[in-house]
């Protein structure tokens, strides 16, 4: 059974997880930027228009979704004094992390793959404000994957009993 300091930590570091991903979500899926053209044209930019910034808010629902899950187990099984189900524990705790990385990583690889391709095509900076934004929701976002890779540490020690 997990001491009940390391239950807590894990409680505490979920929420901030869950946090992060939250403002991580706000600011991709509100993304969106107008671009005027030769002042008659207008050309409106949205998070849908990129399809990693499309996977990083679909992982960020899902992250947020099996994140607060977790966070009512805990508290649950906190409360309740319970041991739970520390195999659960540590798998959504894995599956967490890594599809944080994955989205984390790829609204960050394409955010700066495409403004710098935009650019060259473009020759402007029109889209910087729009590729910023993305940016720092997927930097938010490796915050979150940071505080749940301590947290599936913390998990797969609970799984370790000691001798008797």
């Known amino acids: 059974m997990a001491s009940k300091g390391l239950r807590i930590a894990s409680v505490i570091l979920r929420i901030l997880t ?27 930019v949205k ?31 906190l409360v309740t004094k319970a041991e739970g189900t520390p195999l659960f524990y540590m798998f959504s705790d ?20 495409l403004r710098a391709n935009i650019k060259v095509l473009v020759d402007g900076d029109d889209y910087s404000s729009f590729f910023d934004k993305g940016n720092a929701g997927s930097a938010i ?11 599936s540490v913390l998990s797969s020690l609970a799984l370790i009993k000691k001798p008797v």
């Open 94 to 113: 894995q599956l967490l992390t890594y599809l944080l990385l994955s989205a984390a990583s790829a609204g960050l690889g394409s955010g700066i793959d």
């Open 47 to 77: 998070f849908s228009d990129v399809n990693s910034y499309r996977y990083v808010v679909a992982a960020t629902v899902i992250g947020g979704a099996l994140c607060l899950l977790q966070i009512a187990f805990n508290i649950y099984h």
């Open 141 to 151: 976002l490796f915050l979150a994957f940071i505080c749940s890779a301590i947290v």
């Open 18 to 44: 869950f946090i992060f991903i939250f403002i991580s979500l706000l600011i991709v899926a509100t993304n969106t930027k107008t671009v005027y053209k030769y002042t008659v044209n207008e050309h409106k």
